[in-house]
């Protein structure tokens, strides 16, 4: 969904204008940086363990209490397919709502806000399914690659089967 | 006429409906139950076919109606007891009452006689005289000696082009010239309250317009400054001057009928006027002094006003300036000393108002769930105190104490405020049941006991359809049809009994009927079909009835339409367990079903086992345990299958390694690590293998759900006292697994 | 236009469906109170005509409901009574009804009262 959202704008020249500009909270995992729309995001907190889930998918850190709410940590490096994260007291939570559901994502590090232009969003190119299926498309930010996360798609399928 | 016959037939159908509502309601009152509901309940019905009546003119209907609803009024707030002879003479009554109703479906006439005796009992005990006085002289009396202040009218259904109401022009158009007009002066300045009813002055002046020439000027006076401005306050009153042949006080007063009491008016008649008022018309005039902002709010848009006066009104009012003749015939009406009277009225009713207020749901949730998180505090607190502490500070302990006491205080009234009585969904039954027994052509009664146990909001709310789905269930695969059931040596009428109460910390509602149980060896086929259980799966009487619970099993869709939809009886088990409660089944094949919902009296707070599996705190409700061993002296065994299996007084039970189920890596040695059996649902039971005990509290249980989702064998989560998130343990849901995962 | 109608008496229902959708009005409906309140948190209507007797929320408490709301202040609500008493009609009107209709009543008569609420 939110990635037609983005190519509706194409038609509007390059220049980056608030009705059409984007504001990014970018984040690392190793080398790569993602990207969330910064209305999404609804706290940033240091990691701090979480409770496991059982009979969920390796990425499925646990859960967390948030101000008396339990929500669930998502382990970015691991929906990616690279292996579960050795989290440690730098490593951060990006907590942010996906539709009426709050959820968190582990990551390594928060790096910035960046605000880009909708033109400059293109798609995600084939050949990795990793990325074609968890990215809504890829805008480059001073000669950076950024993902952009679709966040959706990252918290689907999270149980086990059977 | 065929829409009059339509509605005719709704009509009867209706009143076949009500009549058995009357019934059923008597029943109950003569078992002695007196509640106002039920009053409240008969009286809507007999008003409601009252109503139906007058509709379509059954004028004999509607007087007998109307008499005995009379009566009803007077039982109903209390001024006739309903006495043992009042409740003979209302089942009477009702008789006469569906006589009636069946004499004018077949256009019979019962005569004016008809009833006369009852009636003039009602309108004896109406007048305060005891029952039984009126003697027999009142046979025969004629119906218009009663009095009945409603006129039964009969409808005309086809629509009146001719008579439909004349547009302004042609009331205009209409007026003899020459004839004298009066002129009339209303002063009509609204009260806040006229505005807060949706009443619109424009409207009241457009219908003024239909009674002749109407010019309306605007008072603007008490206008304050910007400053003092309020966005609701009233601030404009009318000048208006009506000038028509035919208009008179009591014509012009009816157009203000709805707002009587809601302003200040005054109507009156100047005499010798008959210079119609020039320019400007009525619509400009109502254009330039109603805002047109009027419609989004019970006050002026203030931008919208203040541009208005400010510009244009101060201008063109004077124009219209009304003729300040005040004559001395006849004399003003006025509203004022009524409005008086209505603002002292008004008091009173604050005053008896302040005793119930309406308050915010979530508001209530929010303090629900600080005390939960209050009660764990101060239980964490009194675990902390240990004996040594105990001794040194013992005013500490004695205010913990005290804490303790008010905590749970608090916490007993905070959840009362959130209680209601279960009445709210037995009551939509009964009608359930009658839809039911007229489809599958049984005849079922139902009954219910315990109404007024009370229980959480939410989980009454919960409720509904559960219940709907069991009786649903009663009526389609319990109760046999009505030859099946003579054949039985059974009572024609099947009975379903609906109950609540409560026991201990849980509400028991219970769905039980009389009729052939459960068929287990089709319960057992269609589960070996639908692969719910394997093929040599030997299962307890009890194990099989508890199926029609089980995922994917639903006899629904061969069976009827009624209890299916789609769905089967595994939802009412999956709505039931969401708000923290269990299912039970057990029928006896011949005599009948019985269902029992175990349902927390609140969803707040749950006393738990703290326990630990691998690094991971879990809970296990205190409910459902039975004892605690040690994993040392358990009598640990092989099922044949391989299944490991404990043995507690000669009983075999399924074991559940959590921290394999779980996938969780322990560590610890098995001697080290301990048992908890638990107690499923159907007495059952499982022994759950944990690391470590660490003790007892009670939490607040909080939804997995409401951020991810549910997960096979989790409760829910709950805060512990250090922050951390701990789980808790589905001991139904293991053990269900358990049974499926066997099976596949 | 679009008018609720909330009654209990499916003949009264049935009998306001065809005298308002014959003169024009769109017409929904709702059995007590309570689905009353449902239909209007989620439909927009241009008047509400509802009965005072009725099972699980009354007319009275409806109105009240719709008022305390503050989202429907100018909705104008007509209260539909047989009680000839004034007491149904006054506490009808205290709790912010804007009018009322007696019934039995007769179409035109209806759709005059109508119109004398509604613009």
Redesign the interface.
Known sequence: MDSLAYKDDMSNGSQVNVQNSLQLIAFSIGEQTYGVEITTVREIRAWNGATPLPNTREYVRGVINLRGTIVPIFDLRARFGEGQTSPTKNHVVVVMSVGEKWVGILVDAVSDILTVSKDDIHAVPEGNTMDTELLNGIVTHESRMVGLIDLHAVVSGAKMDG | MS?LD??KA??F??CSELLGELEEQFAAIEAGDRTANRL??V??AV??I???G??FGFVEMVAFAHAYETLLDHVRDGRIELSDPVTVLCIRANDLLADFVKAARTGASLGPGYGADERAQFDALTRGEPIGSHGGDAGGAPMDEFDI??V??M???A??AA???APAEDSFANLPLTAERGHWEIHFAPHSEL??????P??LFR?LGNLGELTVTAKLGEIPPLADFEPYGIYCSWELTLVSPTATAASIAEVF??VE?NCDLSIALLAGANNPPAEPTLDELAALVMPPV?????GLSFADLAETLKTEAPVRAPAAAPILLRPAEPAPMSAAEESDADRRG?EA?RRTAVQSI?VDLDKVDRVV?MVG?LVITQSMLTQQMDDTLRARYQELVRGLEVLAQTTRGLQDAVMAIRAQPVK?VF?RMPRLVRDLAQKTGKKIKLETIGEATEIDKTVIEQLSDPLTHMIRNSCDHGIETPEARRALGKPEIGTIRLSAEQAGGNILIAVEDDGGGINRDRVLQVARDRLVIGPDQQLTEEQIDNLIFAPGFSTATEVSDISGRGVGMDVVLSNIKKIGGSVHVRSRTGQGTRMTLRLPLTLAVLDVMLVRVG???YVVPLSSIVETIQCSRADFGRAPSGAKVLRVRGEYVQVVDLAE????TGGAELANRFVVLCEAEGGTKVALVVDDIIGQQQVVI???E????S????AG?T?LGD?????IVDVQGLKAQKLHKNAA | MRVLTVDDSRTILAMLHHTLSNAGFEVLQAEDGQKGLDVLATEAVDVVITDINMPVMDGIEFIKNVRASGQHNSLPILILTTETSQDKRDQGRAAGGTGWIVKPFDPEKLISVINRVVH
């Open positions: 829409d339509d509605f709704t009509f159908d209706e409240n309940a009286f809507r008003h409601s009252k109503g139906g007058g509709a202040d409603f039964p009218v409808v005309d259904l629509p009146s008579a439909a109401p505005y807060s009813r949706a009443n619109d424009l409207l219908e009928e709805f009491g009027a419609d989004d709010g019970p008004g009713d309406r769930n998180e709210s009551s690094p991971s705190p189920r779980f996938e969780l909080k939804s997995l409401e951020n991810f989702e997960i096979d064998g989790i989560g805060i922050g951390n998130v701990a789980l």
